[in-house]
């Protein structure tokens, strides 16, 4: 048998001698520009922290997640608390971080430390994940989760409830900026998952009208520090 | 006459006279404009954004073999296995093949047009497998033994009464008429299936040559647990999909969630660079992603038409599309629908069997005007109907011309024609002439006027 990899690659090259024309566009140069504001005609992600703040708030709040500010890791570890008792959580999964470890370990319910291996049973049992995170983008309202900065693959997206304690040092301008960061970040190797969480778990399907919480979490938390 | 033609004649002719259908679809498209508008209105330049979307796939699909041999290199070294498969048939006997080397029991799918594309559906079930489709849309679809509606948005014609009646027959839930608790049924009724299956199928929306992940694009977090829970993970795209890098990732990924649902960014963008790594705590066993060419390097080959690549699947030609908005997406009988799919499917599966979707089109434009990667698409509409006609030349339409031509280039010949015309026409609109009469099936002809455009021209003092 021919071998289907040569044979699909032999037609592509057949198929590229004859080129087709570059598109030509009226608006010239589309170079990276480099500037804290990349990329100058995607939505804006925010020139200075405040403005990249304010917009982050911005859109979490029209996505239907929740923003919590607090000012220190104190702070956070009380937030969580009270979303715990106002939703009356029998039990959450969490994964070793130093943001997350000692809030988790201080809620008043039972708790799951996410280790070496994760049994998806026990994680389907559980009423909230809580992680963190490696990125927000301000532009888009976007978190950015990975196998390793959340507890693997399935913590964030399994439990009906999701929180992300951050810190505003992780807020970036736009998506470029975010993928710039995590190559550097992981340049030797990349985590296996990486995931951009836009809002809550959401469809559509039903006569387009918008139903928070198809399969992944209803609810979205963020508790910001700083 | 094709026998593809007959049924979707048939077809949108009975969906395009179902005039409350046509209402519902569009009330539910309402919502997508008024969306799209506000986050179009986000960007600092749509047209700018265009034109660097549509220049990343410019350029990785012009360099293709290149291109995908980076990618795969990047992805077999992150522990993926690569699989090509030439056409349909290769593509479904590796993924079986890969499931009874899994020994499987239970599989489950999250949204991919590629495996509709390639049935893949039928041959699990036939070989024993109990598959279930996760997206809700699709979930929903399955249930009714019908083929997606529209391939972004798929049960889009289905009102909630008859997902009720669904779920009470299949589920055995109880009858409601609220969509949140329809999902909330949907949702209780999937979580355990994912939790027990053996195998995830997912599609991949791109394929990012510099680190070989693969992205897949969602809103409900059915393909997070799809390739999150089942210990095999298996994902299926055309070759057309691969990227450059991850900064052109960077501009189609809002792009394709403002053009095809009027979003900021879809729910979830996840890419995925291999099986479970030394560390993490889950994730798949074994990731194996199977690509496939199914006539995709013969679209290649046409570079006039080769743009039609770049497409990202969005969905918005068919939600701006006056043709798909009175036929439904049922009619066409393909698995892309809209404008793209009548582009694209003379090329995947016969001009010949194919080309009349050409046809079906106002040539409005409507559809160039909403890609956000600028396929030509309603010139390509065109280009199909040329190349159908020298395939084929149709020797009516070949006489016609011809006759037309020889009498309009010469005046006096077309005066004395018009009047002619102008009196016979009583009698012209009572016999059954090719195309006339089906036009006049169902529009009146205004009465001819007593002058021609030319003699009124003359006696209103222009002369
Ligand atoms: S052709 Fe363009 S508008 Fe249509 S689905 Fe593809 S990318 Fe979207």
Redesign the interface.
């Known amino acids: 048998m021919a071998n289907a990899r040569e044979e699909i690659l032999g037609r592509i090259r057949e198929a590229l001698k004859v080129t087709a024309p570059k598109p030509h566009f009226k608006s010239e140069s589309h170079g990276a520009t480099h500037s804290i504001n990349a990329k100058p005609w995607l939505p804006d992600g925010g020139e200075t922290e405040s403005a990249r703040l304010e917009l982050l708030s911005e859109n979490l709040a029209k996505l239907k997640a929740n923003l919590i500010r607090v000012p220190n890791a104190a702070a956070a570890n009380q937030a969580l608390a009270q979303i715990s008792q106002t939703k009356n959580w029998k039990k959450v999964a969490y994964h070793s971080h130093p943001l997350v470890s000692p809030a988790a370990e201080a809620l008043p319910c039972e708790k799951w430390e996410v280790g070496a291996s994760l049994d998806k049973q026990k994680l389907e049992g559980c009423d909230a994940g809580v992680t963190s995170c490696e990125a927000l983008v301000s532009q888009l309202g976007s978190i950015l989760v990975s196998s390793e900065s959340s507890g693997g693959r399935s913590l964030s997206i399994l439990p009906h409830v999701h929180v992300v304690i951050a810190t505003t040092d992780q807020v970036v301008a736009d998506l470029e900026t975010c993928f710039k960061q995590v190559l550097e970040k992981h340049r030797s190797k990349l985590p296996s998952m990486l995931s951009f969480i836009t809002g809550p778990s959401r469809t559509g399907d039903i006569e387009r009208i918008l139903v928070l919480g198809a399969h992944g979490p209803k609810e979205l938390y963020v508790i910001l520090i700083g | 006459m094709s026998n593809a033609k007959d049924i979707f004649l048939k077809e949108a002719t009975t969906a395009s006279a179902d005039g409350p259908q046509r209402i519902f679809i569009n009330k ?2 309402g ?2 404009y008024a969306n799209r508008d506000i986050q179009k209105a ?8 265009r ?2 979307a ?2 990343a796939k ?1 350029t990785a699909v ?4 290149n291109t ?2 980076t990618f795969v290199k990047k992805f077999e070294g ?1 522990g993926g296995k690569v699989h ?3 056409d349909a048939a ?1 593509a479904r006997n590796i993924i079986l093949k890969l499931i009874a080397d899994a020994k499987a029991k239970a599989v489950v799918k999250s949204k991919c047009m590629t495996t509709e594309e390639i049935h893949l559906n039928d041959a699990l079930e036939k070989a024993g497998y109990s598959v279930v489709e ?4 699709e979930f ?1 679809q399955q249930l009714r033994g019908e083929a997606p509606y529209h391939f972004v ?4 014609h ?3 009464e008859e ?1 009720s009646a669904l779920f009470t027959k299949h589920l055995g839930t109880a009858p409601t008429n609220s ?2 608790e ?3 049924i ?2 209780r009724h ?3 299936l994912y ?1 027990d299956a053996d195998v995830g199928i997912t599609g991949a929306n791109f394929l990012i040559a510099e ?1 070989g ?1 693969i992205s897949i694009t969602e ?4 393909a ?2 799809t ?3 089942p210990r095999v993970h298996i994902a299926l795209s055309g ?1 057309e999909k691969v990227v450059k890098n ?2 052109d ?3 189609l ?2 792009m394709l969630a403002t053009a095809g ?1 009027g ?15 030394p ?5 798949p066993k074994e990731f194996h992603l199977v ?1 496939l ?1 199914n006539a995709r ?2 679209l ?2 046409d ?2 038409q ?2 039609a690549l770049h497409c990202i699947r969005c969905g918005a030609c068919l939600n701006v599309c006056p043709i798909f908005k009175n036929i439904g997406g049922l009619a066409y009988g393909t698995t892309y629908q809209g404008p793209i799919g009548s582009v694209i499917t003379p090329h995947l599966r016969g001009l010949e069997q194919w080309n009349h979707l050409s046809g079906a089109s106002s040539l409005c434009g409507a559809c160039t005007d909403a890609c956000p990667v ?1 396929i030509d698409l309603h010139h390509h509409l065109l280009h199909n109907r040329r190349n159908a006609n020298q395939a084929s030349p149709n020797l009516f339409d070949r006489l016609f011309h011809r006759g037309f031509n020889f009498v309009i280039s010469r005046p006096r010949l077309f005066a004395f024609g018009g009047r002619v015309f102008r009196f016979t026409l009583p009698v012209l609109k009572k016999i059954p002439l090719p195309y006339l009469s089906a036009w006049l099936k169902t529009r009146d002809l205004p009465p001819a006027p007593a002058q021609s455009f030319r003699e009124q021209w003359k006696e209103s003092n222009h002369g």
């Open positions: 539910a498209l919502g997508y986000r960007y600092r330049d749509w047209e700018k954004a034109d660097a549509s220049l410019w012009n360099d293709l073999a995908l041999e992150n090509w498969a030439r290769e996760s997206d809700l849309g929903i948005f798929p049960c889009m289905v009102k909630r997902i969509p949140e329809l999902t909330m949907a949702r999937l979580r355990q939790v680190t992940q809103n409900e977090g059915n997070r647990l390739a999150a829970l070759i991850l900064d990732l960077s501009v990924l809002p649902a979003q900021p960014m879809t729910c979830y963008n996840t890419l995925y660079s291999g099986p479970q790594q560390g993490e705590c889950d994730g690509l060419d390097t013969q290649l080959a570079p006039e080769r743009d600028r």
